[in-house]
């Protein structure tokens, strides 16, 4: 059974930083493309970042610039720094993995989610 578990979330003023991470734990052959995804109230859930596993990256428009994700290959963890984040940056942030186990060559699982706060 593999899982995701994030930590870092939290209330922040505008203009501060956070530092999401999330860690795959399991019988984990591979990890694949890794990120972030986000759902703000009465909003859908969209990408924020992708990191894929030689490390190339992807990113919203909306975030470029300030926010960074990275990957411990060794940990299976992915990491977001969040840096002078904007009321409009809060949601629930979500941790995605595409997992390669014994069953599969690679299937998606999701984190239970992390609140981000962002007070004006």
């Known amino acids: 059974q593999v899982q995701l578990v994030e930590s870092g979330g939290g209330l922040v003023q505008a203009g501060g930083s956070l530092r999401l991470s999330c860690a795959a734990s399991g019988i984990i052959i591979r990890v694949n493309d890794m990120g972030w995804y986000r759902q703000a109230p009465g909003k859908q859930r969209e990408m924020v970042a992708v990191?894929?596993?030689?490390?190339?990256?992807n990113y919203v428009d909306s975030i470029k610039g300030r926010f960074t994700i990275s990957r411990d290959n060794d940990k299976n963890t992915v990491y977001l720094q969040m840096n002078s984040l904007k009321p409009e940056d809060t949601a629930v942030y979500y941790c995605n993995a595409n997992i390669g186990t014994l069953a599969a060559w690679g299937m998606d699982y999701w984190g239970k989610g992390t609140l981000v706060t962002v007070s004006s």
């Open positions: 990191i894929t596993s030689g490390g190339t990256t």
